[in-house]
């Protein structure tokens, strides 16, 4: 085993083989279904992973949805709610600006091209799940089913739904990189060229211009609160009679830069298995309940297995008979702000002024009278901010058919090879993405999934006037992103990083699909470790994605090795870091002195010496910029900025856990704890029920094994959301993990039943074929259609 990974990887073992008998133990359920064409099956196996086996497509797309609203009815009811405009209706007053901001980025197109830019199979797929959720929801109406508690602690209902509501919203996926823009703008405002380096590294290398017209001290701090509103979670502070600040923006950038994802794919050469192996965890908010779902679909001409978000059908990565495919974010830029002078509600464009167009609409106010407000729109996308003389609006790929949030996997479910691959990835919308492949032909491969804005003459890295000079020609044809197949090493992976292929591969400087990436720490350690595999197993790939080392850390050791003081506390944290490699296991003291140090002390120091005051709090808490200023100075810029931060960082950990280093440890600071953001609501004991953990932790953001946390308390904030090991052909022997449980009712034995193993790095068994996963079930219902 390499030294760095998990000695073993532990496994939560089920019933093997394809024709393991099923225990006298399971549970045996009946149920009478409205809605239900005819009788079908639903296996709830022992971690709470629903399999559905159905006569048509359109019955277990249905029970998706039906069994989504058993599972997950406060969560999903809450997605569609927030992303539609519709809180206030429910939750009360203070919820107007928020719903106000939804409604903006809402897609409010033709709604057959939208229909049409997605599988066949995409829209009675949508039609039938929102029908399912709708049968439950009925149920629960009618004392059938019980009303989860977190309606009871809002004094609310659910709602039913309508299928294009589904695609309609767009705000709960991710795309790029408008809060930077103005982020950028800001700092060179306030410190130039040279102080927005230390914010955001550029790759490949690129110089930053100012675009004529703009300029950028007239971007105001506020531009960006309604995209703010709009694309955050819901808080309940407000109904508890609690205030809450609106995030800095750095703050802001730093969140949702944390959100990234690792994948790879391996060919049958590199395999021990013989077979490609797949595997994929994509990082996002980690909480309960969990913000991905795995699920089973089973019905002629259809056999899914994966993840995906529970308020959509199908799964967003995963596999089906024949092929597998994985996701991470690629950082295509899929937005830009547009700054613009007005006369009231008209806009300069190419020397006339053109009028907005206005959208009056009712938002519903539980407790109180409706609220009419006002939604404008220019050529480019909703107005986020105007006043007498300025206003600000976002053109994002968002407006565009077929960008409903991780969709386009609806032409994976039934690809049968790399030609569908293709299909699918030409046209996905969003969020863009690092597509990985795999099937039972032996072949594997790569693709960056997105649809590309054409920016001639610009690079989209600041706000640009929306006179008429700046805009998109259009999106990138089908094949205009690069791809991959059967990659020479045997092997492919990805982890946010700039991974766009240089000339001749590629044209990469004249297409510039974008800049800004995450930190290259998780993809080095990656590829390290994959490169001195010969033959890779499953388990391999399970101590990968639960890998804990940190080559951004390695950079810092690198940089102190040559430090000395006389005070013993320092010499005693130095000689932690020197002697260190980079692991970040919880028994680590020098994690936890580094991490400290990284992300609170050392950027702040960094900054203060390189950056004009009104710049710094601009520009965040990245450690990668900053240590890549760092390598560029002399010994005697560096070391003194390296002995104070340090000498401040250690003061803190002397206040959060002792006067002895030797009693200092990652795992002491660095724990995963659950609360949902309802539990406000609740009574003690309540709240308690609802909240899942703490656990001790390895890693961090620049690890493997991601888990990002919040500097005020080191609490894991983002991280894999799930994690799956897929052995492409014999598929039983794949293995997956969700985080903290399946089910959203904190009574239920499966809300919280896969933490312990999440955190512990374990997995379990995902089965595929009817007889294993009879093998592993523990509920079994039979459902028939109501009269």
């Not at 249905?62 to 997950?72: E, H, K, M, S, T």
């Not at 090795?561 to 490699?581: I, V």
């Not at 309802?678 to 620049?702: E, I, K, N």
Request: charged share 20%.
């Amino acid at each position: 085993m390499l030294k760095g990974l998990a000695a073993g990887v532990a496994v939560v073992l089920g019933a093997s083989g394809a024709h393991a008998e099923m225990s006298s133990a399971v549970r045996q359920e009946a149920a009478a279904v409205p809605g239900l064409s005819q009788p079908a099956e639903l296996i709830v196996d022992r971690w709470g992973i629903p399999h559905i086996y159905a006569k048509t497509p359109r019955d277990a797309f249905f029970l998706q949805g039906w069994n989504a609203a058993r599972d997950r009815l406060w969560q999903i009811d809450l997605w569609r709610k927030r992303g539609l405009g519709r809180l206030s209706a429910s939750l009360g007053p203070a919820y107007v600006a928020q719903d106000r901001a939804a409604r903006l980025f809402l897609y409010r197109g033709d709604m057959a091209a939208e229909w049409a830019a997605y599988d066949p199979i995409g829209r009675e797929a949508v039609e039938a799940f929102a029908a399912g959720v709708n049968a439950y929801v009925a149920d629960v109406r009618a004392g059938k089913r019980p009303l989860p508690v977190e309606f009871a602690l809002t004094r609310s209902q659910p709602e039913d739904w309508k299928p294009e509501d589904i695609l309609r919203i767009r705000s709960h996926a991710l795309v790029n990189n408008v809060t930077s823009e103005v982020a950028r703008a800001r700092t060179i405002c306030a410190g130039g060229l040279a102080a927005d380096t230390l914010r955001r590294k550029l790759e490949p290398a690129h110089k930053v211009t100012v675009p004529k017209g703009l300029d950028p001290c007239r971007v105001p701090a506020d531009v960006l609160v309604d995209y703010v509103r709009a694309t955050q979670p819901v808080s309940f502070a407000a109904l508890a009679g609690k205030s809450e600040a609106p995030a800095e923006l750095a703050q802001v950038i730093d969140e949702r830069s944390a959100e990234g994802s690792n994948n790879w794919t391996i060919s049958a050469g590199r395999s021990a298995t013989g077979r490609p192996i797949l595997a994929g965890d994509p990082h996002r908010p980690v909480g309960v309940p969990s913000l991905r779902y795995l699920a089973h679909l089973d019905a002629p001409g259809l056999s899914i297995i994966g993840a995906g978000e529970p308020a959509l059908p199908g799964v967003s990565m995963g596999h089906n008979g024949t092929t597998a495919f994985a996701i991470t974010i690629n950082y295509v830029d899929q937005e830009d702000l547009y700054a613009y002078e007005v006369r009231g509600a008209a806009y300069r464009y190419k020397g006339g002024f053109e009028p907005m167009r206005t959208v009056r609409e009712t938002i519903e106010v539980k407790g109180g009278p409706a609220q009419e407000v006002e939604l404008r729109f220019t050529r480019h996308g909703p107005v986020v901010w105007q006043d007498a003389t300025r206003a600000f609006a976002i053109r994002t790929v968002w407006n565009e058919p077929g960008l409903s949030g991780y969709f386009g996997s609806s032409r994976m479910w039934r690809a049968k090879g790399w030609d569908d691959f293709q299909t699918a990835r030409n046209r996905w919308g969003a969020p863009p993405l690092n597509l990985v492949y795999a099937d039972t032909k032996g072949d594997i491969g790569w693709a960056v999934a997105a649809r590309t804005p054409v920016r001639v003459g610009w690079d989209g890295l600041m706000p640009v006037p929306g006179d008429g000079r700046y805009e998109w020609k259009g999106f990138l044809e089908d094949g205009g992103l690069p791809t991959m197949k059967n990659p020479a090493a045997g092997y492919f992976a990805t982890a946010n990083a700039m991974n766009i292929p240089a000339e001749p591969a590629y044209p990469r400087t004249a297409r510039q699909l974008g800049f800004e990436w995450a930190d290259r720490s998780r993809s080095d350690r990656i590829h390290e470790v994959l490169d001195k595999l010969p033959k890779v197993t499953l388990a391999d790939s399970m101590a990968l994605q639960t890998d804990s080392v940190s080559p951004q850390a390695r950079r810092a050791v690198a940089l102190v090795q040559s430090l000395t003081s006389t005070d013993p506390q320092m010499t005693a944290a130095l000689n932690f870091l020197k002697r260190w490699d980079g692991a970040e296991t919880t028994n680590s003291a020098a994690a936890a002195i580094y991490e400290t140090w990284a992300n609170k002390h050392l950027g702040r120091a960094v900054a203060a010496a390189a950056a004009p005051e009104a710049a710094r709090s601009l520009i965040g808490s990245t450690p990668d910029p900053i240590l890549t200023w760092l390598e560029a100075q002399p010994a005697a810029v560096r070391d003194p900025i390296l002995l104070s931060s340090l000498k401040s960082a250690l003061a803190e950990l002397t206040t959060r856990l002792s006067h002895h280093t030797y009693g200092w440890t990652w795992g002491r600071l660095h724990q995963a704890q659950f609360v949902p953001a309802v539990a406000v609501l609740a009574d003690p004991a309540l709240a308690a029920q609802m909240t899942v953990g703490p656990l001790q932790v390895p890693g961090s953001a620049s690890t493997p094994r991601a888990a990002t946390f919040r500097t005020e308390d080191f609490r894991q904030t983002s991280g894999a959301s799930v994690r799956f090991v897929l052995d492409v052909g014999a598929w039983d022997n794949s293995m997956a993990i969700n985080t903290p449980g399946q089910s959203g009712d904190p009574t239920s034995p499966h809300y919280r039943d896969l933490f312990p193993l999440w955190a512990g790095g374990a997995y379990v068994p995902l089965r595929f074929s009817r007889g294993a996963v009879e093998g592993d079930a523990e509920v079994v219902m039979k459902l028939t259609p109501a009269n």
